[in-house]
């Protein structure tokens, strides 16, 4: 099912590549990201975890699974479609269709919770179907937008809380709920004692400060807004604590694990950039002019993804411990140099003049591709030579 996140994400390195031969290039590479490749990714690996979490028996068929994400990307398809074309009706249906895929994974996730014991770690099920009703709420601005001329500050002002809703929402609270869990077992690392319990503090802070922050940029109140994101980021802070307290026991040396801590500081950092923005030049400046920060946002989404398939990918996949080996190799084969490109592309969109922004932009995106296909390699099978072959590579095998 990797494969249909890569599609997305291969769609959105083309758009970037042509975006001086093609009409709003920003908005289609973005969606192709965040809805494409994003939220499919989310959908995914949200149930994967929800089932490993609360122990939800196996479904050997994945029936639902399969019809939630052929609805998805039916939708996926329609809003692209519709959007490029100018068809607000096909927008609207498409994002029906978005919105039923998202709302029969919120169901699923809540049957689970339902059917099983108790679990200290179950808050990362909670955040999953507070990020799905933050989506719904997203696709529901979105919608709206499409009936607001381009150019009016309504639309300008609904684009805002739309992004708020989904990127603050559904991105990131789904983000945090994974990474709590999941970040210890990337360090190969015992989790923090106090993480469950700082996370099931912070989650509704995050949810009541994304949707605040939405309805503060709709309706321009920028201080408001500027306090709700403010709030979102110190929550986003804590849950940091005990991510970053496992890392005395264990440093992140691998390319998962780096791409993901970077991913998630571009995140904090963004979010209280945009506060700072907020203050100083109020809503609809923002949304004329706040371009970069929300390209180093989705830069810092764009990691925590890559990265954590980047472990989970090699993690899950069958031939026993050499063979996770020489996939977690592929993986990490060029790190720093893969890690360095995307990072100062980003500086670069962010400290450069717009004239010099499209160079940062080719750096990024070379950098995101080039750990997207070192990822994408590690699904290949290798044979049983070139298993014996790395494997006699090893300095312990001496």
Not at 35 to 56: C, E, K, M, Q, Y
Not at 179 to 184: A, E
Not at 288 to 304: K, Y
Request: glycine share 8%; charged share 10%; proline share 4%.
């Amino acid at each position: 099912m990797s494969v249909i996140v890569y599609a997305w994400f291969a769609a959105a390195i083309v758009v970037v590549l042509l975006r001086d031969h093609l009409d709003d290039a920003v908005w289609l590479a973005t969606h192709l990201m965040l809805l494409g490749a994003v939220t499919n990714a989310i959908v995914i690996w949200s149930w994967h975890f929800t089932s490993a979490i609360l122990r939800v028996p196996g479904q050997p068929d994945r029936a639902d699974e399969i019809m939630r994400l052929a609805v998805l990307n039916a939708g996926v398809g329609g809003i692209i479609i519709g959007a490029t074309t100018g068809s607000a009706f096909i927008v609207i249906v498409a994002g029906t269709f978005v919105a039923a895929a998202i709302a029969l994974l919120a169901r699923a996730i809540i049957g689970a919770m339902r059917r099983a014991l108790p679990s200290p770690y179950a808050f990362t099920a909670h955040a999953y179907v507070a990020a799905t009703a933050l989506l719904l709420c997203g696709i529901v601005l979105g919608v709206v937008m499409e009936t607001v001329p381009m150019g009016d500050v309504t639309h300008a002002r609904l684009m805002l809380a739309h992004v708020a809703c989904n990127l603050l929402g559904w991105v990131g609270i789904a983000i945090l709920g994974t990474i709590v869990t999941l970040w210890p077992t990337m360090l190969r690392t015992r989790i923090a004692p106090n993480a469950a319990m700082l996370a099931r503090r912070v989650l509704p802070v995050l949810v009541t400060s994304a949707v605040v922050a939405a309805v503060a940029l709709a309706l321009d109140l920028a201080p408001l807004a500027a306090a709700a994101l403010t709030a979102y980021a110190v929550a986003f802070i804590v849950t940091g604590i005990p991510i970053a307290s496992v890392m005395g026991a264990k440093r992140p040396v691998s390319f998962a694990t780096r791409s993901a801590l970077l991913g998630l500081l571009w995140l904090a950092g963004a979010v209280v950039a945009v506060a700072v923005q907020l203050l100083r030049l109020g809503v609809d400046a923002l949304a004329a002019h706040g371009g970069g920060v929300i390209i180093a946002a989705v830069g810092g989404v764009l990691q925590v993804l890559i990265g954590c398939m980047a472990y989970l990918l090699p993690a899950m996949a069958a031939g026993g411990p050499a063979r996770v080996r020489w996939r977690n190799d592929r993986a990490d084969a060029g790190s720093l140099a893969r890690l360095a490109l995307a990072n100062v592309g980003l500086v670069l969109v962010l400290a450069a003049s717009v004239g010099q922004r499209p160079f940062g932009i080719v750096l990024g995106v070379a950098g995101f591709a080039w750990s997207a296909v070192a990822v994408a390699s590690t699904l290949r099978s290798p044979s049983d030579a070139a298993i014996a072959r790395a494997e006699a590579r090893r300095p312990s095998a001496h």
